[in-house]
């Protein structure tokens, strides 16, 4: 692969909890090919994992982001507005949803809980394709990360599995909302990966030895395959692509 692929163009990174994380596999795959870089963190207590992260790949910006504080979203992108004047790219690692809820049959998830998810999950990169409308004034690209649960009844994944098939039908409807501005949209649907995130499911070991042996090879993905294809969606190789989601899983998809 050519070296150089994201060379000049500026890209925010949001949801690297560590060096296990998606995003940061991302983001260091970005770097190798010569984009700039803004990251955030979740809190204080997050920021003693992501800083040094961030300081290692020469991050430019290093900011907070709780997407459920008021005016943080905002800060972000007003500083990148001030020290990059534009932007061209965005990452959307983030979700959440408390673990009374996760853990419940869909059926006894509260509606308190269901709400969290689907506005940490979904509604918040919406928020985020309306400041990339103002910020990416020669076009540019957003992907998120969903998984196989948006349309399977998979595991334990409960109402995490509404509100990926939320944000896929959020990913088609920006992308033919922001689509007259050059912007494309898409989603990375990475099959069972270790992060932080997924140890919260229940059983989730267990979904690891399964989707191992339904994978056409038996392996796992890696954050950084998922980062290949994070830099197809976020260079110019994936001009004319947009609405779509791609599964790094190892073939998991096609067999359920």
């Known amino acids: 692969m050519s070296e150089g692929l994201m060379q000049g163009k500026k890209i925010l990174v949001v949801g690297i909890a560590n060096d296990k994380s998606i995003a940061y596999g991302c983001a260091k795959k970005l770097k190798e090919h010569g ?54 790219g965005i990452i959307h690692s983030l979700a959440f949803c408390p673990l009374e809820d996760l ?75 922001l689509g007259p501005n050059h ?10 990966i270790p992060t932080r995130a997924a140890g919260g499911i229940k059983d989730f070991e267990t979904m690891l030895e399964y989707n191992k042996s339904k994978a056409v090879d038996h392996e796992l993905p890696t954050i950084e395959e998922v980062g290949g294809a994070a830099l197809y969606y976020l260079s110019d190789l994936s001009k004319g692509v947009s609405g779509t989601i791609h599964y790094v899983d190892h073939g998991v998809c096609i067999v359920g």
Not at 35 to 47: I, S
Not at 121 to 146: H, T, W
Not at 183 to 192: A, D, F, H, K, L
């Open 35 to 88: 984009a700039q870089l803004a990251v955030t963190y979740l809190n204080d207590k997050a920021e003693r994992f992501v800083r040094p992260l961030a300081e290692e790949l020469g991050v430019e910006i290093i900011m907070p982001l709780d997407v459920t504080v008021p005016g943080q979203m905002a800060d972000v992108f007003g500083e990148i507005k001030s020290h990059w004047g534009s932007l061209d």
């Open 103 to 177: 853990h419940a049959p869909i059926s006894e998830c509260s509606r308190d809980g269901f709400l969290q998810a689907m506005d940490v999950s979904c509604y918040s990169f919406i928020r985020m394709g309306r400041y990339a409308r103002e910020l990416m004034v020669d076009g540019g690209a957003m992907i998120n990360f969903s998984y196989l649960g948006s349309a399977m009844a998979t595991g334990d994944y409960n109402v995490m599995g509404c509100a990926k098939a939320a944000l896929e039908a959020a990913t088609r409807y920006l992308a033919r909302d």
């Open 183 to 192: 912007i494309r949209v898409n989603s990375i649907s990475p099959g069972t």
